[in-house]
């Protein structure tokens, strides 16, 4: 992928049922998610977020649940695919309350249709 790619992915909104869904968990996730164990960075990667955001949660944000809360406020507003690849990114982190918050995400998505 290249950067023009993120551009495209962002021209197509979040779905309405995967902003229900981060709606519906956003206390959970903002109190258990910790985006610098490997989330972030990933989303980065993966064209989701841009530098400056990922840039600014960091150093705006003091603790593990504002940068969270920071993240989850703005994935909405990345594209289609920032919901997959946020899940995505919970699971390529390893940790067991991630794995278990990517899979409450993807059975509330697919048992929301």
Do not use: W
């Amino acid at each position: 992928a290249t950067a023009q790619s993120s551009s495209t992915l962002t021209a197509v909104p979040m779905s309405d049922l995967h902003r229900s869904v981060l709606l519906q968990c956003y206390v959970e996730l903002k109190s258990s998610v910790n985006v610098e164990d490997h989330v972030l960075d990933y989303l980065y990667s993966n064209f989701v977020i841009s530098k400056s955001l990922r840039d600014r949660i960091r150093s705006d944000c003091t603790t593990a649940e504002s940068k969270a809360g920071m993240l989850l406020d703005e994935l909405p507003s990345c594209g289609a695919s920032a919901f997959r690849e946020f899940v995505d990114a919970l699971i390529a982190s390893k940790t067991s309350v991630h794995q278990k918050l990517a899979k409450k995400l993807m059975d509330m998505a697919k048992n929301s249709t």
